[in-house]
């Protein structure tokens, strides 16, 4: 899988992203509060992302940017987890997910990368307990 993020892969449907906040599962990983769901179409790509940044925590929107900067290139290196442990071919299972980010510091991308990686692992783990 190419490690792009195209805006295909981008979570921008309201309908998909009430139903997330309406209907979905969640997890907290420090800093991030992650909300989740799976599709019941497959798509051509394994998730659909939303990434978000508190503006209470966050007045400049330079930081919050960057902060949103650093999240997409952390899910963009990663996202290949979520296809490896699929069991379906081609990574035909979608995933709706929202990252918010809760803190307020502005991380270090080695920090974001870890919590990314430990998020899509509790994604697959989760799925995995549900079956």
Not at 33 to 46: G, H, I
Not at 69 to 87: G, P, T, W
Request: proline share 2%.
């Amino acid at each position: 899988m190419k490690e792009t993020f195209k805006k295909e892969e981008r979570l921008s449907e309201k309908k998909l992203i009430e139903s997330l906040f309406k209907d979905g599962k969640t997890f907290y990983k420090f800093p991030f509060k992650v909300f989740y769901y799976k599709l019941e179409e497959a798509e051509a790509y394994p998730a659909k992302v939303l990434i978000s940044v508190s503006k209470r925590n966050f007045k400049r929107a330079v930081d919050r940017n960057h902060i949103k900067r650093l999240v997409r290139e952390a899910y963009r290196k990663n996202k290949n987890i979520l296809c490896e442990a699929s069991d379906t071919e081609n990574c035909r299972t979608t995933w709706v997910i929202g990252l918010i980010h809760t803190g307020n510091v502005i991380p270090e991308y080695e920090e974001v990368e870890k919590k990314i990686i430990l998020i899509l692992q509790e994604l697959l783990k989760n799925e995995q307990a549900a079956v």
